[in-house]
């Protein structure tokens, strides 16, 4: 995606916001590999880094969908440490997001939708506001309900209500429709609402639930003990050698549904 100079913004998605009926505030998801979730457990937080996109210290999380995809994602691998972690976050341990987009902003950047993406809209245009209420108002937009949004499911009927001349619009059903399971460039970060903070978030009193290879964790007592002193539920997958870490994405996506009904929240 092409890159504004300036802030001569053209953000049309915000106009299209709509919440009503939806939750106000919905929980937030970090993935990361094993080894890189075992430093935030010792260190005891989620700390910001260095964005080479926006060049701004910032901390991301998705909104309720886990949709991560490392550089090591397709290569089978023996290494447990490539494999991912989901942390489900309290979204009140964000309580000013910096900024939310309606898609992973690194992938854009890095040309993972340039496919599809229209080729004159810059990234900065697609950005909603800034706040926990604008991520359910896009949903209730774009999806129309949580069930459809964690799916990667857009409302059938989103182009009766587009202007033709909504180009940031339109750029975005084309991105999104790539989020969805039988698409030929079929990828979740597509249409997964990104949050950013801009702060450094502890893990005690904010992680609500773990996720990671049952492998992991067996005969691990340092990291069992530091993880039972964040207060968080924990959850596991059987991970198998040999296997690529994107393999692992669906039984993490299982689980947090699972998750989620058992606590109400879909």
């Known amino acids: 995606m092409p890159r504004r100079d300036g802030v001569n913004y053209d953000r049309q998605l915000i106009t299209h916001s709509r919440p009503d009926g939806l939750p106000a505030k919905l929980p937030l998801v970090h993935m990361t590999a094993a080894w890189s979730a075992t430093e935030i457990v010792r260190s005891g ?20 969908r886990p949709a991560y995809r490392s550089r090591f994602g397709n290569e089978e691998s023996h290494q447990i440490s490539r494999f991912p972690v989901a942390f489900i976050v309290r979204p009140e341990a964000v309580p000013s997001p910096r900024h939310v987009y309606p898609f992973d902003t690194g992938g854009a950047a890095k040309g993972a939708f340039s496919s599809k993406a229209d080729k004159y809209v810059p990234l900065e245009d697609y950005a909603l506001e800034a706040s926990h209420l604008a991520a359910t108002g896009h949903i ?9 949004y964690f799916a990667g499911r857009l409302r059938e009927d989103i182009n009766d209500d587009i202007p033709v001349f909504e180009s940031v619009t339109s750029g975005f059903v ?30 005690v009193g904010n992680v609500r639930l773990v996720i990671l290879p049952k492998q992991y964790l067996e005969g691990n007592n340092p990291l069992t003990d530091l993880i039972e002193k964040t207060g968080a539920q924990v959850e596991l997958y059987d991970w198998q050698p040999n296997r690529a870490p994107d393999e692992f994405q669906k039984d993490i996506r299982r689980i947090c549904r699972e998750w989620y009904g058992a606590e109400g929240i879909m």
């Open 45 to 64: 937080k989620f700390v910001t880094r260095r964005c080479d996109v926006f060049g701004a210290e910032l901390l991301y999380f998705f909104v309720l």
């Open 140 to 148: 209730g937009w774009a999806f129309g309900a949580l069930e459809a």
């Open 174 to 203: 084309d991105v999104a429709r790539m989020g969805v399971e039988l698409s030929n460039e079929h990828d979740k970060r597509a249409s997964t609402i990104e949050l950013a903070a801009a702060h450094n978030v502890d893990l």
